[in-house]
């Protein structure tokens, strides 16, 4: 079972959950903390949610500073692993954490859910923030009133800016739409190529 076989299954699966949906954006390899790490999958519509995926060749040795960044962005985040790795996985995320089971079946991967993910308690609004591109968090504050002294410092003032301004749900929202507004931005939403993937 190779990774591209789990992204594979997990794309079908979010691809006939959010049918329909034209406001749900899917990305691979979402960059986190200006490209600290990223996630596997992402799915940006009025929440975000990270899947991060471990086929049987992965190993977990980057699954702790994953988590702990993980969990300062996503509204939502589940880990899906191959039957191998389910025990260790276990012990290193959190329990509102979703947990699936990626395993080999007739044509491909099967994916189930065996706990849901539950709401994150331990969303940080300056690394949510730091999703933004530069013109992005300045075109923010300037609409809030907020740019002045920042605009020309390290982008992350900029994030800092944000968090001490705007509360955490409005920081979200400006987010999240800023992402769906990135014209020709990697992919241009579900079903389309990312990469060298066919999201089918």
């Known amino acids: ?9 997990v794309w079908r699966w979010l691809e006939f959950a959010h049918a329909g949906d034209p406001d749900t954006l899917m990305l691979d390899e979402l960059g986190i903390l200006n490209g600290a790490t990223r996630i596997d999958i992402a799915v940006i519509n009025g929440k975000m949610e990270g899947f991060e995926l471990k086929s049987e060749r992965d190993t977990l040795e980057r699954l702790p500073t ?11 985040i589940s880990i899906v692993v191959a039957e191998n790795h389910r025990e260790a996985a276990q ?11 990626a395993s080999s079946a007739p044509g491909g ?3 189930t859910y065996e706990r849901q993910p539950e709401a994150n308690p331990a969303l940080d609004a300056a690394t949510v923030a730091s999703l933004l591109w530069r013109d992005e968090a300045v075109s923010i504050l300037e609409r809030y009133g907020a740019a002045r002294g ?26 999240r739409s800023a992402l769906k507004a990135r014209a020709g931005w990697r992919v241009d939403r579900r079903f389309q190529q990312c990469g060298d993937l066919l999201l089918s």
């Open 91 to 101: 012990d290193i995320v959190p329990e509102w954490w979703g947990l699936a089971i």
């Open 1 to 9: 079972m190779r990774d591209r076989d789990v992204r594979k299954s």
């Open 66 to 76: 994953q988590r702990d960044l993980y969990n300062k962005v996503f509204d939502l």
């Open 150 to 175: 920042v605009r020309s410092k390290p982008r992350e003032a900029l994030y800092d800016r944000l968090a001490m301004t705007l509360d955490l749900d409005t920081v979200r929202a400006e987010v």
């Open 109 to 111: 991967v099967q994916v």
